[in-house]
């Protein structure tokens, strides 16, 4: 059912423009907000991956008498007598491949090359492990080794995330402010476009808090269009993201996906959207009349 209106906006250009604009506010702070979830999300993935986990090295050393298995065995030994230490894994030549075939290619000739030897070590939950004391108790025994403590690169990371998550806020804040200067503007060039009807409802004893509900409702029912259609431009935008990362799935790079409270947090921009539309074209009407009267 068509609501009626006293002023005759479907004569009135802000009709045409106004969906569009919100429409596109709407999308932009919706793509924005599920970007800055997602990752947040792949940050925290990242987090629980690697969080006490550390990666020993033992590379080849022609300076020591012993072969690089002895070694090996030797690190294996020292780390089994540590009560801080969960598991320990000899990462074979399927792994080292498969860690060096993004940057060398499928086909290595492992054997011809002298590549260190890899072990993954696992600490216990909540334990923490005193790296250069670890280091200097290996070098002791094997040698040169290398350790490379996860932690340390994560962190720089989660402080990359945490800054492009606040950007996307400081822009969704942004989409929102200039959202409703588009609406104080359309509902003002709307007032001059009517002000003969204006004029005539008041003489006829119209207040101006009937004018503006009128003005009210007809930029609600706007919003709402353009709310619906950035809706659906950012989940079918958000949909092709998020077949193009599950086509490339790794487990670095998990697919792009969202927590069930992420998909209602989103929900919330175009209510706040319409809300503030609604508002907005109220206080301006009722503003506005009041100057002109």
């Known amino acids: 059912m068509t609501r009626r209106y006293d002023l005759p906006f479907e004569q009135d250009s802000t009709s045409r423009f106004v969906p569009w604009i919100l429409s596109l506010m709407v999308f932009l702070s919706l793509l924005s907000l599920a970007l800055g979830m997602s990752l947040k999300n792949l940050t925290d993935h990242w987090q629980h991956a690697l969080s006490g986990k550390v990666t020993l090295e033992i590379p080849y050393d022609h300076t020591i008498d012993q072969s690089l298995d002895q070694r090996v065995s030797a690190a294996i030994d020292t780390l089994h007598t540590m009560s801080d230490i969960a598991s320990v894994t000899i990462l074979g030549d399927t792994d080292t491949q498969r860690l060096l075939e993004p940057f060398l290619g499928s086909d290595l000739p492992l054997a011809d090359l002298p590549l260190p030897q890899l072990i993954a070590i696992e600490l216990k939950a909540g334990a923490t492990l005193n790296l250069q004391a670890l280091q200097k108790t290996l070098e002791e025994s094997v040698g040169t080794v290398k350790i490379d403590d996860h932690g340390y690169w994560i962190k720089d990371i989660q402080h990359l995330s945490s800054t492009i998550e606040h950007l996307c806020l400081f822009l969704i804040l942004l989409i929102l402010g200039i959202s409703m200067i588009v609406i104080v503007y359309a509902t003002r060039m709307g007032l001059a476009i009517h002000f003969n009807v204006i004029e005539l409802l ?17 930029m609600t029912s706007t919003s ?51 809300a503030l539309t609604s508002i907005s074209a109220y206080i301006t009407v009722v503003k506005t009349l009041r100057t002109l009267s």
């Open 202 to 218: 008041h003489i006829m004893g119209a207040p101006d808090t009937y004018i503006a509900r009128q003005f009210q409702r007809h």
């Open 224 to 274: 709402v269009k353009g709310a619906i259609i950035g809706c659906v431009g950012a989940l079918l935008c958000f949909a092709l993201l998020a077949i193009l990362t599950h086509s490339a799935y790794t487990d670095f790079i998990p697919s792009l996906s969202l927590h069930l409270t992420q998909i209602l947090l989103l929900c919330i921009i175009p209510i706040i959207v319409v």
